[in-house]
RNA sequence: GGGGAAUUAGCUCAGCUGGUAGAGCGCUGCGAUCGCACCGCAGAGGUCAGGGGUUCGAGUCCCCUAUUCUCCA
């Protein structure tokens, strides 16, 4: 029997490290995950931190895919880019990372999901206070023995070994000075950054002081780690102090649990453990009756079963791209390693349901997206096994060949194409006392990363870089579009043809950054405007002395570029312009913008309150909505969209649309995009009742602006996602003419009413069809009759059969079954050659067909060479089988004489084979 | 964002170096049976995903598009 422990009871610690008892508070110290949790959160909350909930493991920040360490929702507070919530904050924070996945369940504490408990100093307090603090919540509430602990800081902060040892005690034997690598904590090369400190704890003090090496997971674990940010650094990587120092903190739940409960790795902690008793008694094992290789398969199901749950909790869905791919690759190494355990039926829906059991309470979350979170199990181990049998299957290919070893490119065909894992083809391949060239894999592996690297470079046009040298020196543009369509403009630097200039000509095509302008730059889905600078005397009218039409706008940083051409007048950099929006594009754009708004809250309320936009594209004539949904919208829930979109215009609603903080148009239920950036004052718009979102975009002033919506299509862009397409506003009377035009002329073409067109149409495919049938039947028919009558005229020279003919009318099918069957009653002498013009008033096309029997093969004849032969004297080219062949040519004049030229060749050969 | 692959009858899939589109299951009818299952016979069912190209001729070769699968970032 192991003597390891495994689900932490109560009242047992004897045999593992424990720690030692502290005369601690009154009240008793933690001991669950939850316990811990609530117990970190408690400490400093009376320590003056506002407690934050944890953020989504979808980021907002874009250039992270993945909620990945307990700091990120802060890091734009820690870059001076957003206000600090209060003071000081603490939470505890859900973490993925997938870096090292092949270390999880190996390991004692890798982990792809996880939690961070962390408190945090805006510019509050420092070092002197952090450290303080940290000391007293790990001896004091947690109840660590000193002589249980090792504290390491950065080589040269001085400072805080002073106050480890000096303010706290600490043995300063026990302090470990540490290089950059492991103390020294950045962003990235530039901004904030410090020294860290970390408490460690030690399993085996009786080890004693002298030999400490952190490095060595056997006897330490580190858990608690404090980022000191005191420096900026610049791009000479000098560091100057900061002003407002900050602190950033974090604890690992699951480490933490490890050392309270005396288990020997994080995975055996009440914060997964459950997980592996679930796991294995769907497989029908104990965990501590396995070996190794059977406890990390049921660890990394423990595992990632939490990580899969939260993923999918949080909104997101498998997919071959970002984040949904991680989701994925979790998901199907948690059904691979259910497999290596015997499982051998879908699981995975069971594991959710532990994995929400397991943390509804703390992630309530979890509870109300059970349904969805279940489905996307159950959808996505479906697809995953089909994957997998159809991978055996083309191994099972493979392996009938009896090759000596599986090469490195079948087994990365098999990888690569058809998602088949590697491990698996090593399995199934020892199975049959094979082995699988795995260096060759690797190398195929690295040549398709090469690839792709190679083929992503991005195409960077000299007009795009004369642009960017433009927009990088302009001030900001003023964009006044909101509430006026007409503006007067100061030009700040313009571009001809590609180059920077000064000044422009009429013809010239130009793109212009101005001071202030009422031209909506494309953004947020939504077309630039289009319009025209006036200039000159009468600026207010088409007669002005300057006319610029303005095209298209794009933004370029918080620079408007205004792209057109000068149709009158030149333009200098310093004049001063009218600048007026086409106020009919705008109103359409309006429409299709706001009912894109409606659109979205309908599908949450007709399909899924979840769905999320993935894409977005607001045109003058149309508008195109891509969403993340699972499956296609049916038929009758567009038609349900539809009528409520158009119920929500004629009930009028007044739109309000106002900037805010958005802290607070968060808190009131403003619907913001995923991977989105957002000011700290961002705009929100209102459809009161309907629908909120943060958007840059213009509206209509009330939904009854928008007149009509209509759904054109519904899509699929890629697995997961759909695509609505939609018109509103003056653009579906367009529409709606334009198809009621094509039902016209369907009408008159099929001379019935719209009503009628369906049914008169499928009455005539039907004719159609059975007319062609009819005359394909005539036409075999027509040709065996034509072929019955020639088969007299066959010439017998010695044993062979002999017989050249011409057969018009006939199509390339009915000359081969007709030659076919002429052979067939001449004997295995038979030499049919049949040729003419499938349809005799086109002479441009000759068929020409040669039956050959087992005899005439026999002799060396072959009848596709022979036809091909023949085909050049009618401009054309063939072959086949020995025994059948087609060729064709383009001259039917030629015919007559190919044929008989033809007939002349054969009766030599044959003559020839009878001498 | 960049690779690889798939798309053929209602379903699962064959179809070789271009030369008359096939199998199994399912379906319909007939036979056999008291009846059912099984079985036997016959039959229906295909714009070979769509579009363009090469060729005398394309399911097959090339390009584009769509959808699905899959790997990489």
């Not at 990365?412 to 094979?434: S, V």
């Not at 030599?908 to 001498?915: D, I, P, R, S, T």
């Given at each position: 029997?192991?003597?390891?422990?495994?689900?932490?009871?109560?009242?047992?610690m004897?045999?593992?490290?424990?720690?030692?008892?502290?005369?601690?508070?009154?009240s008793?110290?933690?001991?669950?995950?939850?316990?811990?949790?609530?117990?970190?959160?408690?400490?400093?909350?009376?320590?003056g931190?506002r407690?934050?909930?944890?953020?989504?493991?979808?980021?907002?920040?874009?250039?992270?895919?993945?909620?990945?360490?307990?700091?990120?929702?802060?890091?734009?507070?820690?870059?001076?880019q957003?206000?600090?919530?209060?003071?000081?904050?603490?939470?505890?924070?859900?973490?993925?990372?997938?870096?090292?996945?092949?270390?999880?369940?190996?390991?004692?504490?890798?982990?792809?999901?996880?939690?961070?408990?962390?408190?945090?100093?805006?510019?509050?307090?420092?070092?002197?206070?952090?450290?303080?603090?940290?000391?007293?919540?790990?001896t004091?509430?947690?109840?660590?023995?000193?002589?249980?602990?090792?504290?390491?800081?950065?080589?040269?902060?001085?400072?805080?070994?002073?106050?480890?040892r000096d303010?706290?005690?600490?043995?300063?034997?026990?302090?470990?000075?540490?290089?950059?690598?492991?103390?020294?904590?950045?962003?990235?090369?530039?901004?904030?950054?410090?020294?860290?400190?970390?408490?460690y704890?030690?399993?085996?003090?009786?080890?004693?002081?002298?030999?400490?090496?952190?490095?060595?997971?056997?006897?330490?674990?580190?858990?608690?780690?404090?980022?000191?940010?005191?420096?900026?650094?610049?791009?000479?990587?000098?560091?100057?102090?900061?002003?407002?120092?900050?602190?950033?903190?974090?604890?690992?739940?699951?480490?933490?649990?490890?050392?309270l409960?005396g288990?020997?790795?994080?995975?055996?902690?009440?914060?997964i453990?459950p997980?592996?008793?679930a796991?294995?008694?769907?497989?029908?094992?104990?965990y501590?009756?396995?070996?190794?290789?059977?406890?990390?398969?049921?660890?990394?199901?423990?595992?990632?079963?939490?990580?899969?749950?939260?993923?999918?909790?949080?909104?997101?869905?498998?997919?071959?791209?970002?984040?949904?791919?991680?989701?994925?690759?979790?998901?199907?190494?948690?059904?691979?390693?259910?497999?290596?355990?015997?499982?051998?039926?879908?699981?995975?829906?069971?594991?959710?349901?532990?994995?929400?059991?397991?943390?509804?309470?703390?992630?309530?979350?979890?509870?109300?997206?059970?349904?969805?979170?279940?489905?996307?199990?159950?959808?996505?181990?479906?697809?995953?096994?089909?994957?997998?049998?159809?991978?055996e299957?083309?191994?099972?290919?493979?392996l009938?060949?009896?090759?000596?070893?599986i090469?490195?490119?079948?087994?990365?065909?098999?990888?690569?194409?058809?998602?088949?894992?590697?491990?698996?083809?090593?399995?199934?391949?020892?199975?049959?006392?094979?082995t699988?060239?795995?260096?060759?894999f690797?190398?195929?592996m690295?040549?398709q990363?090469?690839?792709?690297?190679?083929?992503?470079?991005?195409?960077?046009?000299?007009?795009?870089?004369?642009?960017?040298?433009?927009?990088?020196?302009?001030?900001?543009?003023t964009?006044?579009?909101?509430?006026?369509?007409?503006?007067?403009?100061?030009?700040l630097?313009?571009?001809?043809?590609?180059?920077?200039?000064?000044?422009?000509?009429?013809?010239?095509?130009?793109?212009?950054?101005?001071?202030?302008?009422p031209?909506?730059?494309?953004?947020?889905?939504?077309?630039?405007?289009?319009g025209?600078?006036?200039?000159?005397?009468?600026?207010t009218?088409?007669?002005?002395?300057?006319?610029?039409?303005?095209?298209?706008?794009?933004?370029n940083?918080?620079?408007?570029?205004?792209?057109?051409?000068?149709?009158?007048?030149?333009?200098?950099?310093?004049?001063l312009?009218t600048?007026?929006?086409?106020?009919?594009?705008?109103?359409?754009?309006?429409?299709?913008?706001?009912?894109?708004?409606?659109?979205?809250?309908?599908l949450?309320?007709?399909?899924?309150?979840?769905?999320?936009?993935?894409?977005?594209?607001?045109?003058?004539d149309?508008?195109r909505?891509?969403?993340?949904?699972?499956?296609?919208?049916?038929?009758?829930?567009?038609?349900?969209?539809?009528?409520?979109?158009?119920?929500?215009?004629?009930?009028?609603?007044?739109?309000e649309?106002?900037?805010?903080?958005?802290?607070?148009?968060?808190?009131a239920?403003?619907?913001?995009?995923?991977?989105?950036?957002?000011?700290?004052?961002?705009?929100?718009?209102d459809?009161?009742?309907?629908?909120?979102?943060?958007?840059?975009?213009?509206?209509?002033?009330?939904?009854a602006?928008?007149?009509?919506?209509?759904?054109?299509?519904?899509?699929?862009?890629?697995?997961?996602?759909?695509?609505?397409?939609?018109?509103?506003?003056?653009?579906?009377l367009?529409?709606?003419?334009?198809?009621?035009?094509?039902?016209?002329?369907?009408?008159?073409?099929?001379?019935?009413?719209?009503?009628?067109?369906?049914?008169?149409?499928?009455?005539?495919?039907?004719?159609?069809?059975?007319?062609?049938k009819?005359?394909?039947?005539?036409?075999?028919?027509?040709?065996?009759?034509?072929?019955?009558?020639?088969?007299?005229?066959?010439?017998?020279?010695?044993?062979?059969?002999?017989?050249?003919?011409r057969?018009?009318?006939?199509?390339g099918?009915?000359?081969?079954s007709?030659?076919?069957?002429?052979?067939?009653?001449?004997?295995?002498?038979?030499?049919?050659?049949?040729?003419?013009?499938?349809?005799?008033?086109d002479?441009?096309?000759?068929?020409?067909?040669?039956a050959?029997?087992?005899?005439?093969?026999?002799?060396?004849q072959?009848?596709?060479?022979?036809?091909?032969?023949?085909?050049?004297?009618c401009?054309?080219?063939?072959?086949?089988?020995?025994?059948?062949?087609?060729?064709?040519?383009?001259?039917g004049t030629?015919?007559?004489?190919?044929?008989?030229?033809?007939?002349?060749?054969?009766r030599?050969?044959?003559?020839?084979?009878?001498?």
């Open positions: 029997m192991p003597s390891e422990r495994h689900a932490p009871r109560p009242g047992s004897a045999a593992a490290p424990s720690p030692a008892p502290t005369d601690g508070p009154a008793p110290r933690p001991r669950s995950g939850a316990e811990i949790r609530a117990a970190f959160l408690r400490f400093y909350e009376q320590r931190h407690p934050m909930p944890s953020a989504s493991l979808i980021p907002d920040d874009p250039t992270v895919l993945l909620t990945i360490a307990g700091m990120l929702p802060f890091k734009p507070v820690f870059l001076g957003a206000e600090r919530p209060a003071p000081r904050a603490t939470s505890s924070q859900k973490c993925i990372r997938t870096n090292d996945i092949e270390n999880v369940g190996r390991t004692a504490r890798h982990h792809t999901f996880f939690e961070m408990l962390g408190n945090f100093s805006f510019g509050d307090y420092f070092k002197e206070q952090a450290i303080a603090w940290a000391w007293e919540l790990s004091g509430v947690f109840g660590l023995a000193p002589e249980n602990l090792v504290v390491s800081v950065f080589r040269e902060d001085d400072e805080a070994e002073a106050i480890w303010t706290v005690g600490v043995n300063p034997k026990r302090i470990i000075r540490m290089d950059e690598a492991d103390n020294f904590w950045a962003s990235g090369p530039t901004g904030p950054c410090g020294p860290c400190s970390e408490i704890y030690d399993f085996r003090p009786e080890l004693g002081d002298d030999a400490i090496d952190l490095e060595d997971d056997t006897r330490f674990i580190e858990f608690y780690n404090l980022v000191f940010m005191q420096y900026n650094r610049d791009a000479q990587g000098t560091l100057t102090p900061l002003a407002a120092r900050n602190i950033d903190t974090g604890m690992g739940l699951e480490r933490m649990a490890q050392i409960q288990v020997p790795n994080n995975y055996e902690t009440d914060l453990y997980l592996i008793e796991a294995a008694g769907l497989a029908g094992v104990e501590r009756g396995l070996d190794e290789k059977g406890k990390t398969s049921l660890k990394v199901i423990g595992d990632h079963s939490r990580a899969v749950t939260q993923l999918i909790g949080d909104g997101v869905t498998a997919s071959n791209l970002g984040r949904g791919y991680i989701l994925r690759r979790l998901l199907r190494r948690v059904v691979r390693h259910g497999r290596l355990l015997g499982i051998d039926k879908p699981f995975l829906a069971a594991m959710g349901e532990a994995s929400i059991a397991l943390m509804g309470e703390a992630y309530p979350q979890l509870l109300e997206r059970r349904a969805v979170i279940l489905a996307e199990l159950e959808r996505e181990e479906a697809r995953f096994l089909e994957t997998l049998e159809r991978g299957k083309l191994l099972a290919d493979v009938a060949s009896q090759p000596s070893q090469s490195g490119a079948q087994a990365f065909e098999l990888y690569d194409t058809y998602g088949f894992p590697l491990e698996l083809t090593e399995e199934i391949a020892e199975e049959h006392g094979l699988v060239d795995v260096a060759g690797e190398l195929a690295e040549e990363r090469q690839r792709a690297k190679a083929a992503a470079v991005s195409i960077d046009l000299t007009l795009q870089e004369a642009i960017d040298q433009v927009a990088a020196t302009a001030a900001a543009t964009f006044k579009g909101y509430e006026a369509l007409e503006h007067p403009s100061c030009v630097a313009l571009v001809v043809n590609g180059e920077p200039a000064t000044l422009a000509g009429a013809g010239d095509q130009v793109q212009l950054v101005l001071d202030s302008t031209f909506y730059g494309e953004g947020g889905g939504q077309v630039g405007d289009r025209v600078l006036l200039g000159g005397g009468d600026q009218s088409v007669d002005a002395g300057v006319i610029v039409s303005i095209e298209g706008v794009s933004r940083r918080s620079v408007f570029v205004h792209s057109g051409r000068i149709e009158r007048g030149c333009v200098a950099v310093g004049d312009l600048a007026r929006v086409d106020a009919a594009c705008r109103r359409r754009a309006q429409a299709n913008h706001t009912a894109t708004h409606l659109l979205q809250a309908a949450k309320q007709v399909v899924d309150p979840g769905i999320g936009q993935a894409g977005s594209l607001v045109d003058f149309r508008l909505f891509d969403f993340h949904c699972p499956r296609a919208v049916t038929s009758a829930e567009l038609e349900q969209i539809e009528a409520l979109i158009n119920g929500w215009i004629a009930e009028a609603h007044t739109l649309v106002q900037e805010m903080a958005i802290e607070k148009a968060k808190a239920g403003a619907v913001a995009m995923f991977g989105e950036k957002y000011a700290d004052v961002v705009r929100v718009v459809v009161p009742g309907v629908s909120m979102e943060l958007c840059g975009g213009t509206h209509v002033a009330n939904t602006e928008i007149g009509l919506f209509k759904i054109v299509s519904e899509s699929g862009v890629a697995a997961g996602i759909r695509r609505i397409e939609a018109v509103a506003g003056p653009a579906v367009a529409y709606l003419n334009e198809r009621d035009a094509v039902v016209k002329q369907l009408g008159e073409r099929f001379k019935a009413q719209p009503g009628e067109i369906v049914d008169r149409v499928a009455a005539l495919q039907d004719e159609l069809k059975a007319s062609g009819a005359l394909a039947a005539a036409r075999g028919e027509l040709a065996l009759a034509k072929a019955a009558a020639l088969a007299d005229k066959a010439e017998r020279v010695g044993d062979f059969q002999l017989l050249v003919a057969l018009d009318g006939v199509d099918a009915g000359l081969q007709a030659a076919l069957g002429l052979a067939d009653q001449l004997g295995e002498g038979a030499a049919v050659v049949l040729g003419g013009l499938p349809d005799p008033s002479l441009g096309k000759v068929i020409l067909v040669a050959f029997g087992k005899a005439v093969i026999a002799a060396g072959q009848a596709g060479k022979f036809i091909g032969g023949v085909a050049k004297a401009g054309g080219g063939g072959g086949g089988r020995p025994n059948l062949a087609q060729a064709g040519g383009r001259d030629a015919l007559v004489g190919a044929l008989r030229q033809a007939e002349q060749q054969l030599e050969q044959f003559g020839a084979a009878l001498g």
